[in-house]
């Protein structure tokens, strides 16, 4: 560390002579270096290792886990696990897999997340510009809706539902995801909205533009950032529900998370742990790749929609 | 106070009667009354808050009135949408669309309107030939400069073919070289085009050498309404005296008097004789206030004017073309313009004189001119 400090010759004019010239002298095992990334490899090594233990179980056979050595890597790979967890694991009576209940996640999450971000980011829009009579009102509604718990409102909506003949069908689930996103979803359609130049959107209706024709051609080719942001928050939060899922839905329309929790928590027969590790990974596997290719949109969208009055 | 100013042969094209606009209790315009004539070139003055844009906001139809109407061309557009209204804005912040080219961005509201390619086609040239900016329009705004975006949003007010133009400070938000050109551009666009045009600004520059007629605005209500030398030089109050002209208007406390039947202002010591002044209305003794402008008053040049006196230079403020020097008259600040060659020194005695016939006088209670 301190072989690489640069040492100057004492005496009068040593600044002018010896002054700043050329690129700043980087010390690579300052202190503060190695504090510095020893404390982050540290943590990654704490967050990352219970990922490394599935990784490695689900490709073990049963002999080699019954060992007991979790953090060894396997000495005979097979996908074995994998495939089961996909195509053949039980569940109840179907024995097809969590194939059914992926299958099952995206028919549930893809119109779910359509439905809510066209209805919250035209709400938004109509908040932030068409500030019609009862705005606020309307908007402190929607905001207090954001706040009241889950739980209540299970049992009315699960009446509402059945009244309406949609009870254990996907397209009820699908209505119970679009209601439950409208609360955070038109918050930040409207925060993005209200940033933006009002004379915008003045100049747009002295051009002639109505209602539609602003939200089409002037506000949402300048909005992606705001709608990739929705569309990560929406598609991780309903693939990752489970309590509506376990609610609303019916055994063979169960999304993933559902059906992944049947197999895990099984109770017969011999306890699979590389099937169960697999199946883990292969539902966590969908909002892991949202965040690996979204990041920075994600940083940079939820910067923008900070919340602002 | 009223301001039906005198309207032109040629006919009215903007008319505003008894228009008020209300945000809750709080009123922002009252019972206002403007008739702007075809082709004239109309510029609301008047400080931050003063209800100007607001107003032309209302004859845009961005913003719905409380009570009143408006007329455009003979129209009663009071609750028509803005694009019905026959009228192009400018705005101060531009409000380019920021993902459509400029060749877009002017013909966003022609394609609204549903237009024929081909007419789209014409107007944009014709409107890019007037504005020079032929090879700017396949850029995007955020690959322009300043006064490059504001070409381009008066260009798209002007593919619109409309016949009154409303400008919202639209220069504000340049430099002051810049200022000076695009404020000639204006000018000789308004020659060109002969439409009409409503110009809001807080600039008295921009106002005293685009306008036809100023409406001078305070509180949402116009104080005066006339052409630009007129308000120079007869403002109708003391808040219009104060807010034109840069170096601001001298003003002096003191009273009138009458003595031996001529009237008088009195100010301590100071003494102006009234006889060239042209009064309003009868004067009466009391408390009153005079205004000067600091241009208005010759500086060591005899003594040859109906008031004259001496005075000690306090401050002297060179301004480059000519130096605005500071003294006491009556113990009052004053204020006297100079060309640059006659600077005088710090605490010099110099002669001052003017002719109280380019002066105004206030009530001192109202500050209306007496």
């Known amino acids: 560390m301190s072989d690489h400090t640069v040492s100057l010759p004492a005496g009068p004019g040593t600044l002018e002579a010896y002054g700043p010239s050329g690129p700043k002298p980087r010390h690579m095992f300052s ?14 090594l704490y967050y990352l290792l219970p990922l490394y233990v599935m990784v490695v179980t689900s490709l073990k056979g049963m002999p080699e886990i019954r060992l ?58 109509a908040l932030a510009n ?18 009241i718990p889950y739980q ?16 254990g069908s996907l397209s009820g689930l699908v209505i119970v995801h679009s209601i439950f996103g409208m609360p955070i979803l038109t918050l930040l359609f409207r925060n993005y909205f209200t940033s933006m130049p009002e004379e915008l959107f003045r100049a747009a209706r002295v051009d002639g533009a109505g209602f539609w024709g602003i939200y089409f051609r002037i506000m949402l080719p300048m909005s992606l950032p705001i709608f990739v942001v929705a569309i990560i928050l929406q598609v991780t939060g309903i693939w990752n529900d489970f309590l509506f899922g376990v609610v609303y839905t019916r055994p063979d329309t169960y999304p993933m998370t559902v059906q992944l929790n049947n197999i895990v928590n099984s109770v017969q027969g011999v306890k699979e742990y590389n099937v169960n590790m697999a199946a883990t990974i292969l539902t966590g596997l969908v909002p892991l790749i949202v965040y690996f290719l979204s990041g920075k949109l994600f940083v940079r969208g939820i910067a923008a929609g900070a919340v602002k009055g | 106070m009223n301001a039906n100013g005198s309207i032109a042969a040629n006919g009215t094209s903007v008319s505003i009667q008894n228009l008020s606009l209300n945000f809750g209790a709080i009123s922002v315009l009252q019972t206002l009354n403007l008739d702007v004539a075809e082709g004239e070139f109309i510029v609301l003055l008047g400080p931050s808050g003063c209800g100007k844009s607001t107003l032309l906001n209302c004859i845009a139809g961005l913003l719905d009135v409380s009570e009143g109407r408006i007329f455009i061309k003979g129209k ?35 394609r609204v309107a549903g237009l024929a390619k081909d007419e789209i086609a014409k107007r944009i040239v014709r409107a890019a030939e007037i504005l020079q900016i032929e090879p700017l329009l396949h850029r995007k705004p955020a690959a322009l400069s300043g006064g490059q975006r504001q070409r381009v949003a008066i260009g798209r007010a002007l593919v619109r073919d409309v016949d009154v133009f409303l400008f919202d400070e639209p220069l504000s938000n340049l430099d002051a070289k810049l200022r000076a050109e695009l404020r000639v551009e204006i000018k000789l666009l308004h020659r ?48 219009v005296a104060g807010f034109l002209g840069s170096p601001a208007m001298n003003f002096l406390d003191g009273r009138l008097e ?41 500086f060591n040049s005899g003594t040859g004017w109906p008031f004259a006196a001496t005075a000690n230079v306090e401050v002297v403020e060179p301004m480059g073309s000519d130096t605005l020097v500071w003294l006491k008259l009556a113990g009052q600040n ?37």
Not at chain 1, 84 to 101: E, I
Not at chain 2, 85 to 104: C, H, N
């Open chain 2, 192 to 239: 060109k085009l002969e439409n009409t045009m409503i110009y809001v600004t807080h600039d008295q520059i921009e106002a005293m050498t685009l306008a036809d007629r100023i409406a001078v605005m305070k509180g949402g209500v116009i104080q005066q309404l006339d052409a630009p030398q007129t308000i120079y030089n007869r403002p109708v109050n003391r808040f």
């Open chain 1, 68 to 125: 007991g050595n979790i953090f060894s890597p396997p000495m005979e790979i097979t996908f074995e696990p994998w495939v089961k967890a996909w195509s053949s694991a039980c569940t109840g009576l179907n024995c097809d897999g969590l194939s059914r209940g992926f299958w099952n996640s995206v028919r549930i999450t893809i119109p779910s997340v359509i439905l809510s971000i066209a209805l919250a980011s035209v709400n938004g829009y």
């Open chain 2, 76 to 110: 009663n557009v009071t609750w028509e949408e803005p694009k019905d209204r026959g009228i192009g804005m400018v705005f101060q912040s531009y409000a380019l669309y920021p993902q459509m080219t400029v060749e877009k961005n002017l013909s966003f509201g022609l």
């Open chain 1, 130 to 147: 068409w500030r019609f009579k009862g705005a606020d009102t309307f908007f402190i509604i929607l905001i207090v809706g954001a706040f």
């Open chain 2, 258 to 298: 009458q003595a031996a039947g001529d009237w008088h202002f009195v100010a301590e010591d100071v003494r102006i004789p009234l006889a060239t002044y042209a009064f309003e209305k009868d004067p009466v003794p009391g408390p009153a206030v005079f205004g000067i402008r600091p241009e208005h008053v010759a």
């Open chain 1, 31 to 44: 202190r503060r270096n190695i504090f510095l990334y020893g404390t982050l490899i540290v943590v990654a």
């Open chain 2, 334 to 370: 004053f204020t006297v313009r100079v060309t640059a060659e006659r600077t005088p020194n710090n605490a010099e005695a110099v002669g001052i004189g003017f002719d109280p016939m380019r002066a105004s006088l206030f009530d001192a209670a109202t500050g209306n001119r007496l």
């Open chain 1, 152 to 167: 209540v409102m299970i049992y009315p909506i699960v009446i509402i539902l059945r009244e309406v003949g949609l009870y």
